[in-house]
């Protein structure tokens, strides 16, 4: 070959090669991930999330749904909240039934105040509304831009205190005591040794720097769980995990007649009454400030959070999401739809665009036929998950300003309030009303925006008139 021909060939040869439809879609090259990364962080978080197709069920059937239809919903409304979250925000964050919501719609509301659950439905609709319409304002964005920086860092970490909380309770190692609350549960029972197997696997294989170290650490625990075995009710020994013999015991046709006994069944204009404005109320501010506080958690864990603003790029359409699914939770049959800080797992194993999300919602909607195997993993095996992305939650606490008292003191009350009252909402309020107090106290309010002092002013109404239970 000539010189001549050589440089003709050469440049060519050099160029770049062009971007996948898929890569420019999402970014992804962009945000420095890569269509494999994505799609095993999706496959991360829908694992770490797919207990919520089992316990949702159980608790919305307390208050009389049929806990079948309400799996499936669970798996539709997930899978499609999910999906919007993918490809129109384009973000790597999972959305199913939140928990707390659903235990506050069920025994609350269905059966502590007697309310039937298909009004109780209508006002969750009427919640994803109202939060569809504060999201399409400037005034959620603002809420979080003007939330303080040592908060937002305080709830990021506190975010990791209660994923952790939440496995070691999933697997049994923290449990209730009457004189202490909560104490070391006993570690010799087959759940809680599961659960501390899969934790050194998960530690071992991250400290290896193994791919998706966390996707592994919960299918190796689910093996390890098939050899163990732990008495049930009656006494007899049981595997821990049960493999699958057949396709017939991964595959299941689902009845989707039966999905029709809670789907369009909410009940709007009853909902509408006056006396239930109290609980469209609830549902609205636990909803958004949840999501509020696992959106700042999960951006500050993406690195994308800008410090000035509080906020990150697509936090709005974000928002909007989240409060559509809301409504069409509602319309499928189930308690508040919202962004799950399990989103964390997939994060953590590196997704950073909507693909990620696209691939967990993908999963939760093949949920309706392949349940069994979801059903396979138990949550002993999820728990380590859990633990070691409340670990790597923990990182923002470096960056705290401890030397000032009135910045020190409401980020400690939110990093502890949040995992001690198992509520992301609840720990915000202490943050947030300690915080315009301290400032107060202090001769400092400049340094308060108004909307501390409208979000301040609100929480204490609502807590001195509602109480702390509502």
Do not use: C
Not at 318 to 346: K, P
Request: aromatic content about 8%; hydrophobic content about 55%.
């Amino acid at each position: 070959m000539s010189v001549a021909v050589r440089e003709r060939v050469e440049p060519a040869a050099s160029q770049p090669r062009r971007a996948s439809w898929l890569d420019r879609f999402f970014a992804i090259q962009a945000s420095g991930s890569d269509v494999r990364t994505e799609i095993l962080a999706g496959v991360t978080t829908f694992v770490t999330m797919a207990y919520i197709l089992f316990v949702n069920p159980q608790i919305l059937g307390a208050a009389g749904l049929d806990p079948n239809a309400v799996l499936m919903a669970t798996a539709l409304s997930s899978g499609l909240a999910t999906l919007l979250m993918g490809l129109w925000a384009r973000m790597p964050f999972a959305l199913a039934p939140g928990m707390g919501l659903n235990a506050y719609f069920a025994y609350t509301v269905v059966v502590g105040q007697g309310i039937p659950w298909q009004t109780v439905l209508g006002a969750v609709f009427m919640d994803g509304v109202i939060f569809l319409i504060i999201s399409l304002l400037p005034i959620r964005e603002r809420i979080l831009r003007d939330i303080p920086y040592n908060l937002r860092l305080a709830t990021s970490t506190a975010i990791g205190l209660f994923i952790a909380f939440i496995g070691l309770k999933s697997a049994g190692l923290i449990v209730a005591n009457e004189a202490t609350l909560v104490t070391l549960g006993d570690v010799r029972s087959g759940p809680a040794l599961l659960a501390l197997i899969g934790l050194v696997i998960t530690a071992l294989l991250m400290a290896r720097r193994v791919k998706g170290a966390i996707l592994w650490g919960v299918l190796l625990t689910t093996l390890v769980g098939a050899f163990l075995h732990a008495p049930d009710a009656n006494g007899v020994m049981q595997p821990l995990t049960r493999l699958p013999h057949s396709l017939a015991d991964v595959v299941r046709a689902p009845d989707f007649a039966v999905l029709g006994q809670v789907a369009g069944q909410l009940d709007v204009p009853s909902a509408l009454q006056l006396g239930l404005l109290t609980v469209i109320f609830t549902f609205t501010f636990v909803n958004m400030f949840d999501t509020a506080g696992t959106l700042v958690g999960l951006g500050t864990k993406m690195g994308a959070i800008d410090e000035k603003t509080g906020t990150f790029p697509g936090v709005g359409r974000a928002l909007i999401a989240d409060a559509l699914a809301t409504m069409g939770g509602a319309l499928l049959g189930t308690s508040t739809v919202t962004t799950y800080v399990e989103s964390a797992a997939g994060i953590g194993q590196g997704g950073r665009t909507g693909l990620t999300a696209v691939v967990t919602g993908l999963l939760f909607l093949l949920a309706v036929f392949f349940w069994p195997l979801a059903g396979v993993i138990p949550a002993a095996a999820t728990a380590p998950a859990l633990v070691i992305v409340g670990l790597l939650m923990m990182e923002p606490i470096r960056r705290l300003d401890l030397e000032d008292i009135t910045e020190a003191l409401p980020a400690f009350l939110t990093l502890i309030g949040i995992p001690l009252t198992f509520s992301i909402a609840t720990g915000m309020v202490l943050g947030i009303v300690s915080y315009v107090v301290l400032k107060l106290v202090t001769g400092r309010l400049r340094e308060v925006s108004v909307t501390m002092w409208i979000l301040a002013a609100i929480f204490i109404a609502h807590y001195a008139f509602q109480g702390a239970g509502a």
